[in-house]
């Protein structure tokens, strides 16, 4: 079983401000997806990461997949009170998701 | 983009009665299904992977006799708590996976037993 450990697994900060989360393994991955949920819903997929060294863009969100496929980070820029939620990284293959991290962004 | 249901999205039952809950894709046909509980303030926990047409396979720990799970289509998969206890109780969230990487949730079951 391959295990993901994130951090921080909390965060709350002012709105405007940036922040990072990450997602560690000592496992390689094929793939990684990256996941916001709120309360009381599914999960929404944000991005999936396949290449080593991958960097995406989704708006004012930052993914990166480490050259060794063995992590990933998540960073936002400016954030927003809308950013709240619990930010989840999994296998895209076994899809077991790591303990997350609950971000809260106050306005 | 596609959608996946839940139902029902809330249920309440009774100690030692079965509670199922549907799973389906509606807009796609989904050769492998997730079924996760997830307990207040934690992430979600991998029950059992749900390939159409064959018998599901359960994550370490996770009772088969308990959690049964039919994938009986390629849209529907249903997860059937037996015998249901209040330690059952909590949030149940089914995926189905479009492609390779695609994944899709439901919007969940909360399932309360009293």
């Known amino acids: 079983t391959q295990l993901l450990e994130q951090s921080p697994q909390f965060l709350s900060i002012q709105e405007g401000e940036n922040l990072t989360v990450y997602c560690n393994s000592s496992s390689v991955f094929s793939s990684l997806q990256w996941y916001r949920q709120e309360p009381g819903e599914g999960p929404v997929l944000l991005v999936t990461v396949v290449t080593g060294g991958e960097v995406k863009k989704l708006k004012r969100l930052t993914f990166q997949f480490g050259d060794a496929r063995k992590d990933s980070s998540l960073h936002i820029t400016a954030a927003q009170p809308g950013d709240t939620g619990l930010y989840l990284c999994a296998g895209a293959g076994d899809m077991r998701f790591g303990a997350g991290t609950r971000l809260t962004v106050k306005p | 983009g596609a959608v996946v249901s839940q139902h029902p999205s809330w249920v309440i039952c009774k100690s030692g009665t079965s509670v199922k809950i549907e799973c389906r894709s509606l807009d796609f046909q989904a050769t492998t299904m997730f079924w996760y509980r997830q307990f207040p303030k934690q992430s979600l926990m991998l029950m059992a992977t749900?390939?159409?047409?064959?018998?599901?396979?359960?994550e370490q720990g996770v009772e088969k006799d308990k959690f049964l799970i039919n994938h009986a289509s390629l849209t529907l998969s249903t997860l059937t708590v037996t015998s249901a206890h209040p330690e059952d109780s909590s949030f149940y969230i089914c995926?189905?996976?479009?492609?390779?990487?695609?994944?899709?949730f439901g919007p969940g079951t909360r399932l309360t037993v009293t």
């Open positions: 749900s390939n159409e047409g064959s018998k599901a396979t359960y």
């Open positions: 995926s189905a996976r479009r492609g390779l990487y695609e994944q899709y």
